[in-house]
C-alpha cells in the first residue's frame, strides 16, 4: 500500500473511532455537550471533551469517566491510537474535573 494510502485508511480510522467514542458517551450520558477535535499535539492522536449537564453528581461524573478511560484503554490496546478523553465539571466554569 502506497504510504498516501495508508494515511488516509489511519485518518479513517481515526474518524470513525472518535466518532464511535463521542456515541459512546452521548450513550453513557446523554445530555452531555461532546466536543471532538483531530488536531495533533504531541503523540496524541485525537481529543474528546464531555460536559455533562450541571445536575449531574460527583458519582455519576466519576462513572462517566472511568466508562470513558476504559474505552479510550480498549482502543489505545486495539489499534495503538491515543486518544485523551476529559470529563469537564459544569459546576466550576468549565474547569477540568477529570481527565485521563
Same mark, same amino acid.
Do not use: W, Y
Given at each position: 500500500?502506497?504510504?498516501?494510502s495508508?494515511?488516509k485508511d ?5 474518524d470513525?473511532?472518535?466518532t464511535? #467514542?463521542?456515541l459512546f458517551a452521548?450513550q453513557?450520558?446523554?445530555?452531555a ?5 483531530t488536531?495533533?499535539y504531541?503523540d ?9 449537564p ?7 461524573e ?10 479510550c484503554?480498549e482502543i489505545?490496546? =486495539?489499534t495503538g491510537?491515543?486518544i #485523551?478523553? =476529559?470529563?469537564?465539571?459544569?459546576r466550576?466554569?468549565g474547569?477540568l474535573a477529570?481527565?485521563d
Open positions: 500500500m502506497e504510504p498516501v495508508l494515511a489511519r485518518r479513517d480510522i481515526l470513525q473511532t472518535l464511535d #467514542l463521542a452521548k453513557v450520558c446523554p445530555a455537550r461532546v466536543e471532538v477535535n488536531i495533533r504531541e496524541e492522536d485525537g481529543r474528546l471533551k464531555v460536559f455533562p450541571s445536575h449531574l453528581s460527583e458519582a455519576e466519576e462513572q462517566l469517566e472511568e466508562a470513558l478511560v476504559e474505552r484503554f489505545l490496546e =486495539a491510537l491515543f #485523551l478523553c =476529559a470529563v469537564f465539571d459544569s466550576s466554569q474547569g477529570t481527565s
